[in-house]
């Protein structure tokens, strides 16, 4: 037996009362073929309706000012029906629209509620009861209507704080968004993101008080804290430094000015990334294995020894990730010395944990003598 044959009578009834093949399908999950296919030996096929009756009407709704999709939406019928009728009449061109003749007397006034007064096309739309797409229309055949990124942003920021990198704040927080920051892929938003853990939202309070950005941090379910912010000018500032959308695996460390600030950019990327547990002085940071390279070096070059770099453990976004480790009591206590030695700007939970382990697991003789050798350098 036939897999929908105890349907079949119901459809023939359904499509001889007007229901189109689409809605049977529909209500019963199935294709509007497999409809046609079961039902065809016992119906004869109605003609397609003809949209030929509806052009005087469009034509006469486009006129007053509606736009394509409201009168498709009037119509029920779907938007490229009408768009494709009266561009076949000549009633709609399939360059953009002009401004409908119905608005004409409300350009000025709209131009001043957007240009001077800062209004959305969406809010002035809806006090005009039209389409968000009819004041785009009639405002752009006298101003440029504001891009993406400059229409979203609703709060004040210091776009060029990355511009140059010339304190440690800025080296951190650059480092900070190499391990917990993305710029998101869109042509027109230039958004820029961070994400941390809830425990850390101070952190991206933080952030935003340092580029003097009043943007609220936001919470996903309770276990991570984000804040969204649309800027080109810093968006493509943090290009310029090398994050890269979508190709998380290419990071690089930056090439900075100075020493100081190649350290504090290091000590924003541990915070965003590394992992200190309580049982003993252990510091592990993830992160592409290139860039993991690069921060090694420095080190290696900064305190005489490298930390291990071990091979894959895990994919992210698609590509293989590596670890950074110090397992050696004598590294670690070394290495978080000199990254918190003298910093403006730190996260306070994993500074803390540095002060246990000092507490914890005192110093040898060789060690005391290292952190000499650096408070004389610093």
Not at 221 to 250: A, C, H, P, Q
Not at 367 to 378: P, T
């Amino acid at each position: 037996m036939s897999k929908y044959a105890h349907l079949t009578q119901k459809w023939v009834e359904k499509y001889k009362k007007g229901m189109s093949l689409r809605k049977i399908g529909e209500a019963d999950g199935v294709p509007k073929g497999t409809v046609k296919r079961y039902i065809a030996p016992y119906i004869t096929q109605r003609p397609r309706s003809s949209t030929k009756k509806f052009i005087p009407e469009w034509k006469k709704l486009y006129e007053e000012g509606y736009s394509v999709s409201e009168i498709a939406q009037k119509s029920q019928v779907h938007v490229t029906t009408v768009a494709r009728k009266l561009q076949k009449e000549g009633i709609l061109s399939k360059k953009p629209s002009k401004c409908p003749p119905k608005y004409e007397k409300f350009t000025d006034e709209w131009v001043e509620l957007y240009q001077e007064k800062g209004e959305s096309l969406r809010k002035i739309a809806a006090k005009y009861g039209c389409s968000t797409q009819t004041v785009s229309n009639v405002i752009t055949q006298k101003i440029d209507t504001r891009s993406y990124s400059e229409s979203s942003r609703k709060y004040a920021i210091n776009e060029t704080y990355f511009s140059s990198i010339d304190t440690k704040e800025k080296a951190y927080w650059l480092g900070y968004l190499f391990a917990s920051g993305s710029i998101l892929p869109s042509s027109k938003s230039y958004t820029i993101q961070v994400v941390c853990t809830k425990k850390d939202e101070n952190q991206i309070k933080k952030f935003l008080q340092a580029i003097s950005s009043e943007s609220p941090v936001s919470t996903s379910r309770g276990i991570s804290s984000f804040v969204r912010i649309s800027n080109e000018t810093m968006y493509k500032d943090l290009e310029k430094w090398g994050l890269i959308d979508k190709k998380w695996y290419l990071l690089r460390m930056p090439m900075l000015d100075s020493t100081e600030y190649t350290r504090s950019f290091i000590l924003g990327y541990f915070d965003g990334k590394a992992s200190l547990p309580r049982h003993r002085p252990i510091i592990v940071v993830s992160g592409p294995k290139a860039f993991l390279e690069d921060i090694n070096l420095f080190i290696e070059n900064e305190l005489g020894f490298p930390l291990t770099i071990v091979g894959k453990y895990q994919k992210e976004y698609g590509y293989d990730r590596y670890k950074m480790a110090s397992y050696s009591k004598y590294k670690t206590l070394t290495l978080l010395r000199w990254l918190y030695h003298n910093q403006p700007i730190l996260l306070k939970r994993h500074k803390n944990m540095y002060y246990y382990y000092e507490e914890a697991f005192p110093y040898d003789d060789a060690i005391m003598k290292q952190l000499a050798y650096l408070q004389r350098k610093g």
